[in-house]
């Protein structure tokens, strides 16, 4: 089964993807928490968020909390994937090596944890996702370039042609859309909006391409309460889960 959660935030929300967290969520669908295999984090994954050496099994960290916050993943009983946030440090992102994995590829962290592309197509135990991405940061104008603030965080013009294309010849049905922030649509389903992001403007271009059962987004740090799950096809999540 496959657990989704919004975003983690480096070692700040890291207690989405505990196992307290996730027994709690499968308790409440009526889940095995054993079945768990595979866990999505919607975007600001955070890790690594400051530089370190990367080889071919991924990162290496040196501050002491990303040594922590690494090893504690690697203990976790299931894969981790996550999608590209605008809180991400993409100067490193950009080093990650790539294995193939899902029908596509990936940018491997370590053994059981992965970077999902912006754009892509994959195939997770049996659904067909579309995976998007990034953000426009609101608060850029406090944070340092390469530091704390990366530009890369909204999609460019080859990535946004690439997804396009993609759809066009591959198929534009998928089971979900997995994304960072989501479309004006999705956004205003919890009371927000007149979005002045690219990444939203393309999220609602791609939404007219497309069918889908229902698209998963983080960024917003709000929560669509499990009874509202039937009735919308966007779900944006943070501290909660959903299972599939």
Same mark, same amino acid.
């Given at each position: 089964?496959?657990? @989704?959660?919004?975003?983690?935030?480096?070692?700040?929300?890291?207690? &989405?993807?505990? =196992?307290?967290?996730?027994?709690?969520?499968?308790?409440?669908?009526?889940?095995?928490?054993?079945?768990?295999?595979?866990?999505?984090?919607?975007?600001?994954? =955070?890790?690594?968020?400051?530089?370190?050496?990367?080889?071919?099994?991924?990162?290496?960290? #040196?501050?002491?909390?990303?040594?922590?916050?690494?090893?504690?993943?690697?203990?976790?009983?299931?894969?981790?994937?996550?999608?590209?946030?605008?809180?991400?440090?993409?100067?490193?992102?950009?080093?990650?090596?790539?294995? +193939?994995?899902?029908?596509? *590829?990936?940018?491997?962290?370590?053994?059981?944890?992965?970077?999902?592309?912006?754009?892509?197509?994959?195939?997770?135990?049996?659904?067909?996702?579309?995976?998007?991405?990034?953000?426009?940061?609101?608060?850029?104008?406090?944070? !340092?370039?390469?530091?704390?603030?990366?530009?890369?965080?909204?999609?460019?013009?080859? +990535?946004?042609?690439?997804?396009? +294309?993609? !759809?066009?010849?591959?198929?534009?049905?998928?089971?979900?859309?997995?994304?960072?922030? =989501?479309? #004006?649509?999705?956004?205003?389903?919890?009371?927000?909006? +007149?979005?002045?992001?690219?990444?939203? #403007?393309?999220?609602?271009?791609?939404?007219?391409? @497309?069918?889908? *059962?229902?698209?998963?987004?983080?960024?917003?740090?709000?929560?669509?309460?499990?009874?509202?799950?039937? &009735?919308?096809?966007?779900?944006?999540?943070?501290?909660? =889960?959903?299972?599939?």
């Amino acid at each position: 089964m496959i657990y @989704i959660t919004g975003d983690t935030h480096n070692t700040i929300d890291m207690s &989405n993807v505990s =196992g307290k967290r996730i027994k709690f969520c499968c308790k409440k669908m009526q889940a095995d928490y054993k079945a768990i295999s595979t866990v999505i984090i919607l975007g600001d994954f =955070g890790l690594p968020w400051y530089n370190c050496p990367i080889d071919e099994n991924g990162i290496h960290p #040196t501050a002491p909390t990303e040594k922590y916050l690494l090893k504690w993943f690697k203990n976790k009983p299931f894969t981790i994937f996550a999608v590209m946030g605008n809180h991400d440090n993409y100067d490193m992102i950009e080093k990650l090596p790539e294995v +193939e994995m899902l029908g596509n *590829k990936v940018l491997k962290v370590c053994d059981n944890v992965f970077y999902l592309k912006r754009g892509e197509v994959y195939q997770i135990e049996g659904k067909r996702f579309l995976i998007l991405g990034g953000a426009m940061s609101d608060d850029k104008a406090y944070r !340092i370039p390469h530091v704390s603030w990366w530009k890369q965080e909204e999609m460019n013009k080859t +990535e946004k042609n690439r997804c396009i +294309e993609k !759809i066009k010849q591959d198929g534009s049905s998928f089971d979900y859309v997995l994304s960072h922030t =989501g479309t #004006t649509k999705g956004i205003a389903s919890f009371g927000t909006s +007149e979005i002045n992001d690219s990444t939203v #403007t393309f999220n609602n271009n791609i939404e007219s391409m @497309i069918s889908y *059962k229902k698209w998963f987004f983080g960024h917003w740090h709000t929560d669509w309460e499990f009874d509202n799950y039937e &009735n919308s096809k966007f779900i944006p999540l943070y501290h909660a =889960g959903i299972i599939l």
